[in-house]
């Protein structure tokens, strides 16, 4: 069975840095994306970043641009948030998608309902 585990979630000032990680295990299939989405109390769901893991191809929602950056890693992806705001402040869910065929990242980070996978989400706070 495909396992989604995400780590690295806790406190951080404004202007400053965490660093997320996701680790994924069980894709069977030849393609897979593996993205970044978080949720803050009275806000809807929000695409932060998406990778295909197995082309690299990105995406990145308008509110991370510029500050964060996902990696691809040997057994999934991180997530570096630089420049930390309040407003970042929420869930971070990892989650993933297998295909037979390539999809981009960008087809994910628009329709986020079409991962399969999702991790149990880490805590992200940002204030003073």
């Known amino acids: 069975q495909v396992q989604v585990v995400e780590s690295g979630g806790g406190s951080a000032q404004p202007g400053g840095s965490l660093r997320l990680s996701c680790v994924v295990s069980?894709?069977?299939?030849?393609?897979?994306?593996i993205g970044w989405f978080r949720q803050a109390p009275g806000k809807e769901r929000e695409t932060v970043a998406c990778?295909?893991?197995?082309?690299?191809d990105t995406y990145y929602g308008d509110s991370a641009k510029g500050r964060f950056t996902i990696t691809r890693q040997s057994a999934g992806v991180t997530l570096q948030m630089n420049s930390l705001r309040p407003e970042d402040t929420g869930v971070y869910f990892c989650?993933?998608?297998?295909?037979?065929?390539?999809?981009?990242?960008?087809?994910?980070?628009?329709?986020?309902?079409?991962?399969?996978?999702w991790g149990k989400g880490t805590l992200v706070t940002v204030s003073s």
């Open positions: 990778i295909s893991k197995s082309v690299g």
């Open positions: 989650a993933a998608d297998q295909t037979s065929s390539y999809y981009s990242s960008t087809y994910y980070g628009l329709s986020p309902t079409g991962m399969n996978y």
């Open positions: 069980g894709l069977t299939l030849d393609y897979y994306v």
